[in-house]
């Protein structure tokens, strides 16, 4: 018994060393993506992290070059309470058209001003200084469709196998993080050598 443990201990350490050594993971099983005809990018965030913030400029200069072939997904994590109600102000957004709009400001407001906005008038006041009708935001805040995406959010982190964020999946088949790849501008070339990989092999 003990043998047994001590094998599946060190393989998974061996594992654990090589994925940090390529700065990614591969995701077993694969995951379907919504798009067959491209490579998807999906970067899972938290508007409360600050490794997200940090990485969030790095993001924004890689997709003013974002390649014709890859379809890029901004998808919030919900692993607590307070991150599903920062993930529906996404999803409120999104559904408003606004989120070029509000995104780097929501991000400013958490980590640089300390607000929660976690309450929906809280929201509401942050929306309609953006220029969104308070009517608007909250016909959308209380929609099926902003509920309906806030219930799948839940069970993404799972189905990517996530412990933490920021995190971003390629084609549904790896995973690449800050601790995999040691640093948030490596996370970005790690991503652009998948993208590479994936884009050849189609």
């Not at 409120?92 to 980590?111: C, T």
């Not at 300390?114 to 909250?138: I, M, N, P, Y």
């Not at 982190?157 to 999946?169: D, F, K, Q």
């Not at 601790?179 to 991503?191: G, Q």
Request: proline share 4%; hydrophobic share 40%; net charge neutral.
């Amino acid at each position: 018994m003990l043998k047994k443990f001590i094998f599946f201990f060190l393989f998974s350490l061996t594992t654990l060393t090589q994925a940090e050594s390529l700065g990614y993971e591969t995701i077993s099983p694969a995951q379907p993506t919504q798009n067959q005809d491209k490579i998807e990018i999906i970067e899972f965030f938290w508007y409360g992290c600050p490794h997200c913030y940090s990485l969030e400029p790095l993001m924004e200069k890689w997709l003013k070059t974002l390649p014709d072939n890859v379809e890029f997904i901004r998808q919030p994590a919900v692993f607590s309470d307070v991150w599903g109600k920062h993930a529906k102000a996404y999803f409120v957004a999104e559904a408003l058209g606004v989120v070029d709009k509000v995104h780097a400001d929501f991000f400013d407001e958490i980590q640089n001003k300390k607000q929660k906005l976690t309450s929906e008038d809280d929201l509401a006041k942050f929306f309609v200084a953006h220029g969104v009708d308070e009517t608007k935001f909250r016909d959308a805040y209380n929609s099926f469709l902003v509920d309906s995406k806030l219930r799948q959010a839940k069970a993404m982190g799972p189905r990517y196998g996530l412990t933490g964020v920021p995190a971003i999946i390629i084609n549904g088949k790896f995973k690449t993080t800050g601790v995999l790849a040691k640093s948030h501008e490596n996370m970005i070339k790690v991503m652009n050598k998948l993208i590479k990989q994936e884009s050849q092999s189609k």
